[in-house]
């Protein structure tokens, strides 16, 4: 009975049925794993080990169960995004680049006055914050007076096609421009006094960035210098020709009239009114005045009114008294008229009213300039081309 217990206790202690131990290899540590594999019985097992995923794999898994989604949503986003890029984002980054980019005035020319137009000439030099190559098609381009409300263009500007790479020059060559006149004259006014008046552009340019194509605004003051009142307007080689020729041309000399903006101006016969303080003694011309950048030396010629200054003769010393005492006359020139191929040039004739243009005129050389003609015949004077006056 208690044998019975004994076995039937033994079925149930661990171990029981694990089979003999197996003996010591002899042949080494290899002949000992091929027994133990031997004895081994494989089996399909389920691992509770947990698995750690990297991050792709996450998203792989993802991606597969929800990519209907994502598509779904991506079609929607590219819908949406993809016009407000074209429509919205890329024309305001090609005018951020326009808007920072720099304009730098190079030369004008303001050619063949006529009462209402003019021919234009003008280079500017364009560079782009960025090296990306822009194609400019074909613009017109409005200058304006900036501080003139409203309408405030004095002329247009047609420019051609323009290849930008980071740089380029730009502008247009012998245009015919009509005028706005009272825009012009203001513009014209203000370039005479001023020592610096910007050249102020607007206009709309369809510009391609690649294939991308865009329409752009084009909104600048190109910073210049201006004449500057004629700062450091000078008469020199002053001669009264005795006697007088015979259109009544007594006084020639040569004047000079700074110039130190990068614009050229022809203006044409220029007609100055002489004066001592108020009192007018006579008038004197410039011949086809250009005022090239730089100093412009020109002859003058001109008629003083010798019966004026006998009878204001009192006048004239009185006023001149000091400068007499130091050695010279200052003699002032007003602009009185213009004319181009026999033409009034009516905002240069408004314009030039407004100068008052004041010089020294050496005594000294007036005096020696004069007896020196009238010993050798006028040889100043035939070097001048005089017409009726």
Not at 85 to 92: D, G, M
Not at 167 to 188: C, E, P, V
Request: net charge neutral; charged share 15%; glycine share 6%.
């Amino acid at each position: 009975m208690d044998q019975e217990k004994l076995e039937r206790s033994a079925k149930y202690t661990l171990g029981v049925n694990r089979g003999p131990f197996l003996p010591k290899a002899v042949h080494g540590i290899e002949d000992h794993d091929a027994a133990v594999f031997d004895h081994v019985e494989t089996t399909r097992s389920i691992s509770l080990e947990i698995k750690q995923h990297t991050r792709i794999q996450k998203l792989r898994y993802h991606w597969k169960r929800f990519w209907c989604c994502y598509s779904f949503f991506g079609i929607i986003f590219l819908a949406i995004f993809l016009p407000i890029f074209f429509l919205i984002c890329i024309p305001a980054i090609a005018q951020l680049i326009v808007d920072h980019s720099t304009l730098g005035l190079i030369e004008v020319e303001a050619m063949q006055p006529r009462p209402s137009s003019i021919m234009l000439s003008f280079r500017s030099s364009l560079k782009l914050p960025i090296g990306i190559p822009v194609r400019i098609e074909p613009f017109s381009l409005d200058l304006i007076n900036r501080d003139v409300p409203g309408n405030n263009t004095w002329a247009k500007a047609y420019l051609p096609q323009t290849d930008v790479k980071s740089s380029a020059i730009i502008g247009i060559k012998d245009q015919h421009t009509n005028l706005d006149l009272k825009q012009w004259l203001h513009y014209i006014n203000n370039a005479i006094f001023a020592a610096n008046v910007p050249l102020s552009v607007k206009g709309t340019i369809e510009s391609f960035f690649g294939k991308l194509k865009t329409h752009i605004v084009i909104d600048k003051d190109i910073e210049q210098d201006t004449f500057n009142g004629f700062k450091g307007f000078s008469i020199k080689d002053s001669t009264i020709l005795l006697p007088a020729l015979a259109n009544g041309t007594n006084l020639v000399a040569n004047v000079t009239l700074p110039n130190p903006s990068v614009m050229t101006l022809e203006v044409g016969n220029t007609v100055f009114d002489l004066k001592s303080g108020d009192l007018q003694i006579g008038n004197a011309t410039i011949n086809h005045l250009i005022l090239r950048p730089g100093n412009n030396s020109s002859p003058i010629h001109g008629i003083l009114d010798v019966r004026q200054l006998i009878s204001n003769l009192d006048q004239i010393l009185s006023f001149q008294a000091q400068n007499l005492l130091e050695g010279y006359l200052n003699l002032t020139t007003v602009g009185k008229s213009v004319t181009y191929d026999g033409v009034e040039v009516p905002y240069y004739t408004q314009a030039l009213k407004n100068v008052s243009l004041t010089a020294q005129v050496a005594l000294g050389e007036l005096l020696i300039n004069t007896l020196h003609n009238a010993l050798h015949g006028n040889t100043t004077s035939k070097q001048l081309q005089l017409p009726d006056f």
